[in-house]
């Protein structure tokens, strides 16, 4: 407050809080290794932009149960543009040479994107719910999950809402909307933009295989204890299988009505 009473004017400075962010990048080796801030930096951008898209798809899930299609739409294509940015800032790391990596690598002992809890969040959020996977968690954080997980979990996933969005909304099921675009306007944009995060996900995890791939190369552990067969196997996740699965009962309906034509 300024001491007339009046509200000071903010800055640049001090609105964005840049004395404060500016003070977080402390790279850990000794001497310190000219490349740790680029990796530190990275990773930090990755994480904002983590908590940017919490964000955006816990309002894009309220709006899908509230059924306003339209602002859903525009929360997810956010998000959308977010993964796209997302994926070119881990390509940055790129530039990381092999052995630059290693000289500073032991110094983040078993410190890894594995233990990041907004990444876990994301992908409560998006639907990833299966037994296995919970248990995974509860191994790495024991019975009472760290916020923001339980917050996560106490509410449905984004696709448990999507799934049942068109028979909310009287129009059948995604099969349905997807036979008649026209009909299902909305929704059938919705439904679209809703593949794209899917597979911008896949791209992410394919960004972040390769670069694992090209700094630290395959068959090795990292610094979390897992293999890159792990995150090869992790590029199959779908977060709305029932999206990608409408395409194969249209082809498959169309074929057999050829079929029988
Ligand atoms: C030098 C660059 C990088 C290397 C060598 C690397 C390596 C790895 C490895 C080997 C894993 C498997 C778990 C482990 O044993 O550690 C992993 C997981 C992970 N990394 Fe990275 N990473 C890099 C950059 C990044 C960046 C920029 C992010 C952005 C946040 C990130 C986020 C993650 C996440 C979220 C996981 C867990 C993935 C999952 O469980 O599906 N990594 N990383």
Do not use: C
């Amino acid at each position: 407050m300024h001491p007339t009473g009046i509200l000071a004017e903010p800055t640049y400075s001090s609105y964005l809080k840049l004395d404060r962010l500016l003070e977080l990048q402390h790279p850990l080796s000794t001497p310190e290794h000219p490349d740790e801030l680029h990796f530190i930096v990275t990773h930090q951008a990755m994480e904002l932009w983590f908590k940017v898209m919490i964000h955006e798809l816990t309002r894009a899930r309220t709006y899908l149960e509230k059924q306003i299609w339209t602002q859903a739409l525009s929360k997810v294509r956010r998000a959308n543009a977010i993964l796209g940015a997302q994926i070119g800032q881990m390509g940055t790391l790129g530039h990381l040479d092999p052995q630059a990596f290693l000289e500073f690598r032991g110094f983040l002992g078993s410190a890894s994107g594995f233990q990041s809890a907004q990444f876990r969040a994301l992908e409560l959020l998006n639907g990833l719910r299966d037994p296995g996977y919970l248990e995974q968690l509860r191994r790495t954080h024991g019975e009472s999950l760290p916020e923001p997980l339980a917050e996560v979990l106490s509410a449905p996933s984004l696709a448990e809402v999507a799934a049942e969005a068109p028979g909310a909304a009287g129009a059948g099921d995604w099969l349905d909307v997807y036979a008649d675009p026209e009909r299902h306007g909305p929704l059938f944009l919705l439904g679209e933009e809703l593949l794209e995060y899917d597979r911008r996900w896949t791209l992410w995890r394919e960004e972040h295989l390769l670069l694992v791939e090209r700094i630290i190369g395959r068959s090795v552990r990292g610094t979390g204890g897992a293999s890159s067969q792990y995150l090869e196997r992790r590029i199959g996740i779908r977060f709305f299988p029932f999206l990608w699965d409408v395409r194969s009962r249209l082809t498959t309906a169309a074929a057999e009505r050829d079929h029988t034509t």
